[in-house]
């Protein structure tokens, strides 16, 4: 895991995440009344993909954190989601800051509608960092699976392309967010948003890739 910063690595063998391959990935719960909690399926079937397809060995069910909890830097990678309003207390913000500094990983996935609420918060803790539309050529799009026209299109709601947009620290990739794509839909049982199978293993082979990025 070379992308993990060394503290992370420690705080997860001192708390025995690491332990027989027992690494965990997490929910990451906020306050404002938006829906973090949407698409409950999605995590887990990304990791049974992952574990199946890519050579991963995370555990099965993932946990569920809250951002301003030290519990954060117990795990490498973790997700936000949701429709609605999202809001950063000023201790959520030092220690997202200070967990993606250390070298955790932030995926945001726009649930169609989180997009007015993330940016102003993600700019808090980043004031000094705008986000930036990743280059089809960046590696996240070519792991395992590849995508050469970036991100695949899973629902369409405004007739509005797909993007991936990054937050870079000291030209590292901190955070990834996966725009107008639905990304935690797809990763949902196909039934639950009467998706088709082939949308289904899209979504989840692009997710394959972002935990592929970041366990390298």
Not at 48 to 56: M, P, V, Y
Request: glycine share 8%; with cysteine.
């Amino acid at each position: 895991m070379k992308k993990i910063h060394i503290l992370i690595v420690l705080i997860l063998l001192s708390t025995n995440v690491f332990c027989q391959g027992n690494v965990k990935i997490a929910l990451v719960k906020y306050s404002g009344g938006g829906d973090w909690y949407s698409n409950p399926t999605s995590l887990p079937n990304l990791i049974k993909f992952c574990n199946e397809n890519i050579g991963t060995n995370i555990h099965p069910e993932p946990a569920t954190v809250d951002v301003g909890s030290a519990d954060l830097f117990n795990y490498p990678f973790v997700h936000i989601t949701g429709h609605g309003n999202i809001v950063f207390t000023e201790n959520d913000v030092k220690n997202l800051r200070t967990y993606l500094i250390a070298g955790g990983f932030l995926h945001i996935d726009d649930n169609y509608g989180i997009d007015q609420y993330i940016r102003p918060q993600m700019k808090k803790v980043f004031p000094e960092l705008d986000f930036i539309e990743l280059p089809f050529s960046h590696p996240i799009y070519h792991q395992t699976f590849d995508y050469p026209n970036g991100l695949p299109k899973i629902h369409e709601h405004d007739d509005n392309p797909p993007q991936g947009f990054g937050l870079f620290w000291e030209g590292r990739l901190v955070c990834f967010y996966t725009y107008e794509c639905d990304l935690g839909d797809g990763w949902e049982h196909p039934a639950v948003h009467n998706d088709t199978e082939e949308a289904h293993l899209e979504a989840l082979k692009m997710g394959a890739n972002i935990i592929e990025f970041v366990f390298d």
